[in-house]
């Protein structure tokens, strides 16, 4: 603030010293500079004072006030933008966090996602095998019904066969309860056989 009242005081003195030899020239005659003038240079500080005194009553204050008055506004925007920058670059490190967070997530799901699809392509082939094997065991169940269903008719008609056969030999007709009993004995010693 001293260094401001002192260039202000320094540019009023050369204003006034610019002025006198103007104010010495109307008084007459040629100017010399190097001529000094007692009256002249009492009245040149008079008015220096008196102006130096209003300049710095009315007009330095306001002047010196919005000077610092913009300063202060210039150091609070550079201050600002400064928080401001800080508080960008913070957002900016929390965004990319968020977006590895993200990045990180996704490919979790992904992989879970593909851990899911060959679990339930495992457990469907696994399934899907199970139940052929248990077509396949039906299937020989039902075959091997139908295998011993087929005997049994065979069996029946052999018999029969037999029978009707015996029948015409001895030519008599013979129970065929009590006969088809004693066939089916016959047959039934020769599958024991066969089984050893």
Do not use: C, Y
């Amino acid at each position: 603030m001293i260094a401001h009242s002192v260039r202000a005081g320094a540019l009023a003195a050369a204003l006034l010293l610019s002025a006198s030899p103007a104010l010495a020239a109307e008084a007459g005659g040629p100017v010399n500079l190097l001529d000094p003038k007692v009256g002249l240079m009492f009245w040149t500080l008079i008015i220096f004072g008196l102006l130096f005194f209003v300049l710095s009553r009315f007009a330095f204050k306001p002047l010196f006030a919005a000077v610092e008055a913009r300063e202060k506004a210039l150091e609070d925007a550079i201050e600002g933008a400064k928080r401001d920058r800080a508080e960008t670059e913070a957002l900016l490190s929390q965004q990319r966090a968020q977006l590895e967070a993200a990045r990180n997530e996704a490919q979790a799901i992904i992989a879970a996602s593909r851990e899911t699809a060959e679990k339930m392509r495992s457990d469907l082939l696994a399934q899907t095998k199970q139940q052929q094997e248990e077509m396949i065991e039906q299937a020989r169940r039902t075959i091997s019904g139908e295998k011993a269903a087929a005997i049994a008719d065979l069996r029946r008609e052999a018999i029969d066969l037999a029978i009707a056969g015996a029948s015409r030999v001895i030519e008599q007709n013979l129970d065929s309860a009590n006969n088809r009993k004693i066939v089916e004995s016959f047959l039934a010693t020769l599958d024991g056989k066969a089984a050893r």
